[in-house]
Structure formats: structure tokens, C-alpha cells
């Protein structure tokens, strides 16, 4: 469950961001002799970073820029060979700057949220190549190692989680397991959010009809039993005969009913180009359906497009990466693009970043994560759902209450911010909490380490993040939902009737992490030992 992160201030939101890959990469730059990486300036040319034997080459990308992802994969191969290489690129939306292009590896393992592929653009850095074998780190007491591994192992490997090999409907389903959940609670977009649930409608693009109809492998991430990732292979249409991993559950909502389409077969075609012209198919989704509601309002020059049109979606993919007519508008991003419509309320982002596939009048405590998420409209921060829609046993929490969501949210966040910092995979957290990470950071470290101070890491990890947001000018009154989840009632599911009480949850949570407002004050920074 090894990954590596990317973090920098966001082209998107202009918040602190960080965005995690899964693959094999992060363990072979390990292995290659880096912990990490620090990027500073800009090149002139296009240049791409070579990795090996500990040390780092900047090299002429002038052949490669312009390429897709996939290309620029084979390219390097071709290059270096296949063995024991990793290529992580950005693709053209990168180099054209689109606000929400990402870094791919693997072909379709991303840094996914928050735009940092447009900021390798900006630097006209196309890829990162690392050569390296497997290496067996020497500083660990690898007894004890191999005791807290075998024991994570189990717990994951526990046909009581929803991680468990070829048991759990993680590993069985992909994270697509969730689409029939959300649909019936009433806690999945359609038409831009403006419905909650997809009907009978929704079961063609489940991760059930996905294992029934064009599921053809099940890959996974270094030294991940899980296997979560779904290659699939579609068998009809104007896309036949595409193999591509992996329809996940958040751009079967962004790009199926939330664009008011269950035509599966598009949703992975789509998915596929955002792999090769590396762009976050969650906000491209949201731009896409935001623009269908505003071509339904009346509101776009020109013939806009209709709600389910898969062909002008999947064409539209393309001139958004390429910048190209209405493509330019779009690849500002949903939030940016409707305020230029003269309509920002039917973008539905927070601090610029569109929210992903849990909609917050079905899931409130996943609404209160979107306003409060340091990095904007996301559900990897505060993954709440885990306890909303009942995962993890022992932690189930009623979806449609506020109340104790503050508290809850507080802490999700603060136990993931620390998983986050030692890049484990967030679904570990569906088996494993504070004390397994505890246990597993001492042995890998050598220092002392306790569940509490798990919890107070993640903590501070979280105010310093807020702390760098306010002084990027996120203060007062920045941790909002759009209006359309705290106003607009929900129309269907078991969520009917209800809105987001963001107020009332605000206060909870503020309450809990000492803030002001939005605000972390002084005497927290403080308290917490941040400088
Ligand atoms: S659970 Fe899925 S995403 Fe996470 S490491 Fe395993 S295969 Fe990769």
C-alpha cells in the first residue's frame, strides 16, 4: 500500500495542496536512493528528470512534449527498457496548463486533485524516470518489521473489512461498490446535483454490472493484497476493443449520472483520455455537467450540449485538454468557468475545487468535509463516508444526522492527515486506525510512538496546512458549500427532503479544533509548536 504524494500551492484553488499516486513509483524512487524531491524554478525547454543510482539528471524532453501519457510510457520504455522502470508524466492538458491536468504513471495511477500536472507545465517539466530494483532497507529492525507487517497484513486480509481479498467488495467491486449505496440513500448527483439519486438507472454503471459485463483483471499497488484497481475491456460501440484501469466510483458519478448518462462504456473511454492527456476526471466531470445546466438555462453562446450527449462529452475531453473553443473556458476548472458564465452558484466546488461523488444532503458529515478540506472540494481528507455508510464495523453513524459530524469530521481528518504523511493508502483506514499506524511508524522510525501521538501529528499536520491557507487569504467565512446543498432540498432516495446544516456543524467543528472562524489563532499555533 506504498504511494508517494505531490504537494504545492494549487493552480486550481490557490490553496495548499497534495495529491497521492498509487503504483509501484514512490517505492522506486526509494529505491533509487530519494525520500524525495524538491522542484524549484522553471526550465526553458522542455526537460523530463532521470533517477537512478542515486542520482538525478535534468534531460532534453523536446521528443516527447506534445505526446499523451501512454506515448510518452512507451517512449521511455523504448528508451531505458521496461525493467524495473517508472515513468510518471504529465500529458498535454499539463502543458497547456489546464487547472486540473494531473501526473500519471503506470498509465493510470494520478496525482488526481488540485492541478499539479499544470504545474509541471509550468515548469516544462513532461516526465519523472526513475530506474531501480527492488532494495531491502537496512535501517529497520526488520524482525519487528516483518511482526507489525504480518499483523497489518492480517487485519487487512479480516473477512470482516471490506478489504479483504477477493472477499470484501472493495477488492471484489473497486471503490465502484459504493455506486448502488449512494443511489438509494439519496446521496448521488444527477444532473449537477440537482437530483440526489439515479433511480433504476444507476445499476448500469455499478461496480456490480462492471464485474458482470467488462471486467477482464484486477491489478494492485506495491505490496497491496487488496487489489482495489479494475481493468476492464469494452466489447461493443465506438469505443470496442479499449482495455483501460479503472473505472473508479467517483468518475462513474462525475461523468455518468451526474452528467445525466449510464452509458458505462463512455465513463471508461473517458476515463481512459484523462489517463493519457492527464486531466482529474472528478473536476472535468463537474466542468462538464456544470456546462450541461447552463446550456440547459440558456445561458452559453452558441449550441452548448445536452445532458447525456457521450459523443460531445468524449469530444469535448479532448479540446479541454488542447484548450481549444469552449475546451478553454473549461479547463479553468467548473467554479472558475461559471463565475465567467455570470452564474457561480451552479458550480459545485468549494474553495475552487469541485466536490467529488458524495452528495452532502445524503452524507452530511461528507458535506462538512468538502467545506472544510484544506485543499477544496474533496472526499480524501475526511473520508467520513467510511463511518456514514456503515464500512468500517464499529464506527457506523447515522448519514442524515449533524450532530457529533464536527467532532467526527475533526478526526477523520486528523487521522488521515498523518496515513497521508506516511503514504499509505487512504483505504487502509477501512481496516487499520491510530494504534496499527502507531505500531507500524515506531518499528519503521526507531522512535517511541503512541496512538495519541498519531492523533496530535495529524492535528498539527492540519493547522499548519490551514495556517499556510490563511495566509494565501482563506480566512473568515471560507468553509462554505454551494447553496444548491444547503438550500435546495434533496429529491430522492433515502435522503428526500433533507439539506446540508453546514451552520450547525461549522459550529461543532470550530469548536473542536479551537479555531476562529475559518482561522487558526495564535495561541492553537502555539499550542500545537508550529512556528
Ligand atoms: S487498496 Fe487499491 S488503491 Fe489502495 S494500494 Fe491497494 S490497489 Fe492501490
Known sequence: MVRWACITKSPLTGTVTDSHQGGRTGARLRWAGFDGIVLRGRSETPVYLFIEDGRIEIRDASDVWGMGIHDTVAFFQARYGKKNLSVNAIGPAGETLCRYATWVNEDDRAFGRGGTGAVGGAKKLKAIVIRAGIQKSRDVDRDAWKRVRREALD???????????????????????LMNATNSIGALGVRNSQFTSFGDRAEALSGEYVKDNILVGDPTCHACPVACKKEVEIKSGPWAGLRMESVEYEPAWSLGSNCDNDDINSVAKMIDQCN??????????????????????????????????????????????????????????????????????????????????????GLKGMGLGYATSNRGGCHLRAYVAAAELGVVPGLETDPLTWRGKGELVKTFQDLHAFSDSLDLCKFSAFAMGAEEYAAQYAVA???????????????????????????????????????????????GGGSKGHVSELGEMLGEYYAARGWQDAVVPAEKLRQLEIP
Not at 473 to 487: A, C, E, V
Open 155 to 177: 487485519t487487512i486480509r479480516d473477512e470482516k473489512h471490506i478489504t479483504s481479498p477477493r472477499k470484501g467488495g472493495l477488492s471484489v467491486y473497486g471503490t465502484n461498490v
Open 445 to 491: 522510525s526507531g522512535r517511541s510512538f503512541s496512538a495519541d501521538d498519531v492523533m496530535l501529528a495529524g492535528e498539527r499536520i492540519y493547522n499548519l496546512e490551514r495556517h499556510y491557507n490563511n495566509l494565501a487569504g482563506f480566512g473568515r467565512g471560507s468553509d462554505t458549500l454551494p447553496d444548491r446543498f444547503t438550500k435546495e432540498a434533496s429529491t
Open 276 to 361: 493519457d492527456l492527464g486531466m482529474d476526471p472528478i473536476e472535468l466531470g463537474n466542468a462538464l455537467s456544470m456546462y450541461m445546466e447552463a446550456t440547459e438555462k440558456g445561458w452559453v453562446d452558441g449550441e452548448g450540449f445536452a445532458w447525456g450527449d457521450t459523443q460531445s462529452m468524449v469530444e469535448m475531453v479532448e479540446a479541454i485538454a488542447r484548450r481549444e473553443g469552449v475546451g478553454d473556458l473549461l479547463a479553468e476548472g467548473p467554479a472558475l468557468a461559471a463565475e465567467r458564465l455570470g452564474h457561480p452558484e451552479i458550480a459545485m466546488a468549494c474553495k475552487g475545487q469541485a466536490v467529488a461523488a458524495y452528495d452532502p444532503r
